[in-house]
C-alpha cells in the first residue's frame, strides 16, 4: 500500500516531481511541527494513502513537506497557514485545501484519483476500521457553527452575524496556533512591508520559535483580526493566545524587559532538576 513520505529537502522534492508521470497524482501536504491541527491531518493523509496500492509507474503519490524547513516550496504553492494540501497532476494545480476538513480532502483525492477497491486485509481482518480518523475538536473552522463554517464550501446563506461568529471562532485558534504567532504582510523569508521585515529580525535575534501567518493572503482573517484585536494594524504579534501589539510595542518591551522573549528562546537554559 502506499504512504505519505516526508521530504526533507528542496532537491529530494525537485527529484521526486520530475520522476513523477504526467497522469500521476500528487497529494502535497503542508505542515509544522508547533500546529496541533497538523497531527489531525497527517493521520488522515496516512490513512488515506493505506488505501491505495503501489504500482508502476506510481498513480498516485502522498508526500508531505515541512513548511517552514522549506519555505521555498511554500511560497511556490502559496502556503499561508498550515496545514494546507495541495493536488497536483502534470505540474498543475487542481485543488488547494486550508486547514483541518478531513472530509474535504478525502472527498478532493476520490474526486481526483477515484476511490480506492477495498482490500482483502481492509474487509476481512479490520472491517469496522475506520479509513478516517475522528476530528479533534482543536480543529479552526469546526468550532463554530456548522452553518456558518460550511457556507464557504456549500454556497449556504448565511446571516452578517453568522459569519462573523465564524471568522472570530477561526481567529481565537489562529491566534493561538503557537505559542508566539505573527501575523504579517507576506512570510518570514519574504516579508511584503518595513515593519513585518523589522519584526522578524528581532524574533530571530532573540532566537525566538514561532508560527506566522500571511495576512496578505487572506482578506477575512487580514479584515477581521483588526476588530478582533482591537488593534488596527499590521504586524500583530501574540504570545500564549494574547495580543503583545505591533513593533513599537514590540520594542517596548525589550527595552522594559531584555529578557521578554527568554521563555519562548530555543537557547533558554534548561530547567534545574
Known sequence: MSSLVEVTSEADFASGLANL????????????????????????????????PVTTPPAISFVSVNAEELPDISEAYNVTAVPFVVLIRDNQTLESISGSEAIRVRDAVERHAGAAAPTASSTTDHPSKPTIPPVLSTVPRESGPATATQAPVNGATVTAEESREALFSRLAELV?????????????????????????????????????????????????LKEFAEWPTFPQLWMNGELVGGLDIVREELNNDPDFFREFSVNKAPAAA
Not at 32 to 43: I, L, S, V
Not at 180 to 208: A, D, H, N, W, Y
Open 21 to 52: 508521470p504526467p497522469s500521476s497524482l500528487l497529494v502535497l501536504y503542508f505542515h509544522a511541527p508547533w500546529a496541533a491541527p497538523c497531527t489531525q491531518m497527517r493521520a488522515v493523509l496516512s490513512a488515506l494513502a493505506s488505501q491505495y
Open 176 to 224: 493561538k496556533a503557537a505559542p508566539v504567532m505573527l501575523f504579517m504582510k507576506g512570510t518570514p523569508s519574504s516579508p511584503q512591508c518595513g515593519f513585518s521585515r523589522q519584526l522578524v529580525g528581532i524574533l530571530r535575534e532573540g532566537s525566538v520559535k514561532y508560527g506566522f501567518f500571511n495576512i496578505l493572503a487572506d482578506e477575512d482573517v487580514r479584515q477581521g
